[in-house]
């Protein structure tokens, strides 16, 4: 069984730190795309970071850019979202998600793998 599950969430103040970490299961995610999405209350899910199979390329949201960094370890089957410099409208439910259709960093419907998610709350 496929599976892919968050962890690191929970209360950070602003301009605090929290790590999320995703751990893979059911099969190898070598070759995946791996993205980072977060959703808050009363909207949408929206991209936030993204890194290739190789680790050699990431891409951000520009709202998140220079403040999270997303990393991968392969050998481990695990993904990785470090957060600095958090806000409040940093607030939501992140989620993991996995695709090997590397044309569509970023969309939802092309991650065919998602968590269930971890929830990050940033008090002001």
Known sequence: QVQLVESGGGLAQAGG???LSCAASGRTFRRDEMGWFR???GKEREFVAAISWSGGSTNYAASVKGRFTISRDN?????YL?????????T??????AT??????GYPPSYRYWGQGTQVTVSS
């Open 17 to 19: 730190s929290l790590r």
């Open 39 to 41: 959703q808050a209350p």
């Open 75 to 79: 050998a481990k089957n695990a993904v």
């Open 82 to 90: 470090q957060m600095n410099s958090l806000k409040p409208e940093d």
């Open 92 to 97: 939501a439910v992140y989620y993991c998600a």
């Open 100 to 105: 090997r259709d590397y044309s569509s960093t």
